[in-house]
């Protein structure tokens, strides 16, 4: 009999003779909290994620989530993509494929890529869980406990939280309608980060873009100071009004004169998007562009966390886009969210109240709100939720505090009538709030 297993016996036997009292349920609870490691210290409940159970109340209208609209996902195009997987490639869509992702997919990626300008090669593409997921194995790859992590403040929930997990800190840089302050972005570079974590795109949570000046603004002083950017553009396809503008990862490799015909790709800019936004986030599929040898670390963290992302979504995926069908569909969902992000522009300019600010995002699928100083929506959310209508409270967007008076609206998921009341609502509830 082991010594583990003695020790249970003598504890039971102890507990049934009334000896000793049943360890109680708390006790147990610090038992394993005390064996957490102190990397999960700062993982905390996501308030996104807390606010995502309220939007299944159908009498509540959340503008909180990041969810696309139901109406848009190609269901009819995913079930017939489906059943030709499974008739043509059924075995291997079912079987285990390699880390770095389905070939035909990733050179499908690549020819997406290049449209933009991105001349890379399929081994700069590694076919991920979910952008999430390439996140989380970038804060793997690049972060020690301790390390600075440059952020816009606001900045994506989702990547403090995988980043927070390697213990990063942060050093956050203010944004204005044309995105990151570049004065500040100088002096915070000063301070040494180990990246940049840069959303380009209709950020978010702010929904606003970076100016063409600004990016290669950034894009140099980063490559100067010898800094790494990370740039996540979940949103660049969904843009609604104004020109295209280019990537961090295309204005990185014309700087650095890489990539294109024979040359290697080697910037300076590690890239992410994912095609939840464009075609279903259930689908859990995204990809990340970079050096090779990037591509080949990241390779190694990803085998030690899911050995690849899902074979079979994909092949799905693939059998959806190849065709080139996503073209037309993402032109179906900029029309559907185009048309919310107006509905949602004109009932705030019709129903809030003075003072209240909000920005004029140009695509993507939120908005950013800010109330007079002194207003505090955590608190206001409460009240809103009584009032049956639910936003995400802003300092949650800050990494290192700050932002009580504003919030995060969502304008892809509910329909215009449905924008127009739950903007009346939350308009009461701030007229309400008002300080006199
Ligand atoms: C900026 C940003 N990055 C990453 C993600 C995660 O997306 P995915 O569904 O690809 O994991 C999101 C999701 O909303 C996002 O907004």
């Not at 991920?128 to 606001?154: F, H, M, W, Y």
Request: charged share 25%.
């Amino acid at each position: 009999m082991s010594i583990v297993t003695a020790g249970e016996d003598l504890l039971g036997r102890l507990i049934a003779e009334g000896s000793i009292a049943r360890p109680s349920a708390p006790a147990a609870e610090t038992l394993w909290s005390q064996r957490f490691a102190q990397r999960t210290q700062r993982i905390t409940a996501s308030m996104i994620r807390e606010l995502l159970k309220l939007t299944e109340h159908p009498d509540v209208i959340s503008f909180g989530g990041g969810l696309p609209a139901p109406e848009v996902f190609p269901v009819e195009e995913v079930r017939a993509a489906t059943e030709r997987v499974l008739r043509d490639h059924g075995t291997t869509a079912l079987q285990y494929t390699t880390t770095e992702g389905y070939r035909p997919l990733r050179e499908l990626l690549v020819r997406h890529m290049g449209r933009y300008g991105v001349d890379v090669r399929p081994e700069n593409v590694l076919i991920t869980s979910g952008s999430q997921q390439a996140l989380d194995l970038i804060g793997k790859l690049l972060i020690n406990p301790g390390d600075r992590v440059l952020t816009e403040a606001p900045t994506y929930l989702g990547a403090l939280q995988a980043f927070n997990a390697y213990q990063a800190d942060y050093l956050p840089v203010p944004i204005d309608d044309d995105g990151m302050d570049i004065d500040a972005l100088e002096a915070q570079l000063r301070g040494g980060p180990k990246f940049v974590y840069a959303l380009p795109n209709f950020q978010n949570p702010a929904g606003v873009t970076l100016s063409l000046a600004r990016r290669r603004r950034l894009v140099e002083r980063a490559a100067a100071y010898g800094i790494p950017i990370v740039e996540d553009d979940p949103y660049g396809q969904l843009r609604y009004e104004g020109e295209h503008l280019p990537s961090l990862v295309k204005i990185d490799a014309e700087l650095h004169g890489c990539g294109g015909g024979e040359r290697a790709f080697t910037g300076n800019v590690l890239y992410m998007s994912t095609l939840s936004k464009t075609l279903a986030p259930g689908l859990r599929i995204a990809w990340v562009v970079a050096p090779e040898t990037v591509i080949t670390k990241l390779v190694q963290i990803k085998q030690g966390t899911d050995l690849h992302t899902s074979t079979f979504c994909q092949y799905v995926a693939y059998e959806v886009a190849r065709g080139g069908f996503l073209d037309q569909h993402v032109r179906r969902i900029r029309a559907v969210y185009g048309e919310r992000r107006e509905a949602m522009l004109s009932a705030l300019a019709r129903h809030f109240p003075r003072g209240v600010r909000w920005t004029r995002p140009q695509g993507g699928l939120f908005l950013w709100v800010t109330l007079p100083k002194g207003f505090d929506t955590t608190a206001l959310l409460d009240e809103a939720i009584r009032e049956k209508v639910a936003f995400v409270p802003g300092a949650a967007f800050y990494p290192c505090g700050g932002g009580e008076e504003t919030m995060r609206l969502n304008f892809s998921y509910a329909p215009p009538e449905v924008i127009e009341e739950g903007i009346k609502r939350l308009a009461r509830v701030i007229e309400r709030k008002r300080i006199p």
